[in-house]
């Protein structure tokens, strides 16, 4: 249902974050084996790396705008994690965590999070609290979606409203228009501004592209 909605030339990839972060789908558009792929996905026993995903995406992003493969990045990456409040399994330094934030935000990505907890599974509540603060700092900072439920049918429901949510920014952000402001030798200017004399358009600006 999630997939239903993103535009048919929309490239995904779907990762498993139990018991380590890995590839179930490379990223295409191959819709047929996309969908294919989701029954790949089956529950694991062991500590989702929450953390530990999102940093590795971070990381896979940013080398492809800044490395070889950065004439592959005019893109605005959107990540869309389901996660547990339940135990995590990373264990991250603060370096890494830092590096987390830096690179979401220098490569413009949106991040939205679905944080699920389960009343029947003992877990220490404790435990679950880095993915919680980070997932919720990182979709406030991003313009991302952050969403708290307790049943797993919520899900059946809530993530075609991401779907659309995504849908809609990637139709803005294809049509989209990059102003580069050369500053004068008296230094950088305090107010930038740009408008529209099209009749019946509206424009906005947004200092990296992204629209959540």
Not at 91 to 114: E, F, M, W
Not at 147 to 173: C, D, F, H, M, V
């Amino acid at each position: 249902l999630f997939i239903a909605e993103l535009p048919t030339d929309m490239e995904v990839e779907i990762v498993s974050i139990d018991p380590a972060p890995r590839t179930i789908f490379k990223m295409s558009n191959d819709r047929v084996k996309m969908l294919s792929a989701i029954d790949l996905l089956i529950p694991d026993s062991g500590a989702p790396k929450f953390i530990d995903a999102l940093g590795e995406a971070a990381d896979r992003v940013n080398k492809d705008k800044t490395g070889k493969n950065k004439e592959k990045g005019n893109y605005f990456p959107v990540f869309l994690i389901v996660g547990s409040a339940g135990v995590e399994g990373s264990n991250p330094r603060d370096y890494q965590i830092r590096k987390l934030y830096k690179q979401v935000g220098d490569n413009a990505i949106t991040l939205h999070v679905v944080m699920q907890s389960s009343p029947v599974r003992s877990t220490d509540v404790a435990a679950g609290t880095n993915q919680i603060e980070i997932g919720l700092q990182l979709t406030k900072g991003t313009g991302g979606r952050y969403e708290a439920i307790n049943s797993e049918t919520r899900l059946s429901t809530l993530l075609p409203e991401y779907g659309k949510q995504i849908a809609r920014s990637a139709i803005r952000q294809a049509h989209q228009y990059r102003i580069t402001c050369q500053p004068t030798s008296s230094g950088a200017p305090t107010r930038v501004t740009a408008q529209t004399n099209r009749a019946g358009l509206s424009a906005a600006l947004t200092l990296d592209g992204r629209v959540p």
